[in-house]
T-cell receptor, first 116, second 111 residues
Framework: EAGVAQSPRYKIIEKRQSVAFWCNPISGHATLYWYQQILGQGPKLLIQFQNNGVVDDSQLPKDRFSAERLKGVDSTLKIQPAKLEDSAVYLC??????????????FGEGSRLTVL | QKEVEQNSGPLSVPEGAIASLNCTYSDRGSQSFFWYRQYSGKSPELIMSIYSNGDKEDGRFTAQLNKASQYVSLLIRDSQPSDSATYLCAVNPSGTYKYIFGTGTRLKVLA
């Protein structure tokens, strides 16, 4: 079974530029998450999709960040314009909901963003 | 109050000792609890999940849950240098399928 795919693995941009990250979850996983992990901190949830609908985007800085999952499969996270404090690893994760309990969360390898 | 709290460490233990990692959470209705291990430069990977009060053992790892005290812990027996990593506690707040992570505890196992 293929894992969660993310690209690009690394990206360096100047502040005020834009960047986009792509994620393809594990086949059959209805729920997709984007997390931001700043060095030395735990992952912070940015947005959660179930199929192609947004479940939670309360921590997404909507003035500069946007995300979509148009066909309920792969997803794109965009930052425009980027700020220095956006330097982080952006982790995509997916899970398969089942029964009354939350399932395991599977992570991709992450996209490391450096904003200069 | 943070939703999920962990001591950032580092926690240093000698090889062969028991490492004890702790986590507290604020949402009393939370039902699902997870421990993830993250090596430097890598993504988190699941070690244990626990849903009921008490202990759950898997090899050298034991997860302990006390919902009354809103406390979950991870014990690593016979710690090995390869266990040196950051351990992240994650919680599903009640009524959601979102995973809230703590800041992680960095564990160092000294050879």
């Amino acid at each position: 079974e293929a894992g969660v795919a993310q690209s690009p693995r690394y990206k360096i941009i100047e502040k005020r530029q834009s960047v986009a990250f792509w994620c393809n979850p594990i086949s059959g996983h209805a729920t997709l998450y984007w997390y931001q992990q700043i060095l030395g901190q735990g992952p912070k949830l940015l947005i959660q999709f179930q199929n192609n609908g947004v479940v939670d985007d309360s921590q997404l800085p909507k003035d500069r960040f946007s995300a979509e999952r148009l066909k309920g499969v792969d997803s794109t996270l965009k930052i425009q314009p980027a700020k220095l404090e956006d330097s982080a690893v952006y982790l995509c994760a997916s899970s398969k909901l089942g029964g009354g309990r939350s399932g395991e969360l599977f992570f991709g390898e992450g996209s490391r963003l450096t904003v200069l | 109050q943070k939703e999920v709290e962990q001591n950032s460490g580092p926690l240093s233990v000698p090889e062969g000792a028991i490492a004890s990692l702790n986590c507290t959470y604020s949402d009393r209705g939370s039902q699902s609890f997870f421990w993830y291990r993250q090596y430097s430069g890598k993504s988190p990977e699941l070690i244990m999940s626990i849903y009921s009060n008490g202990d759950k053992e898997d090899g050298r790892f034991t997860a302990q849950l006390n919902k009354a005290s809103q406390y979950v812990s991870l014990l690593i027996r016979d710690s090995q240098p390869s266990d040196s990593a950051t351990y992240l506690c994650a919680v599903n707040p009640s009524g959601t399928y979102k995973y809230i992570f703590g800041t992680g505890t960095r564990l160092k196992v000294l050879a």
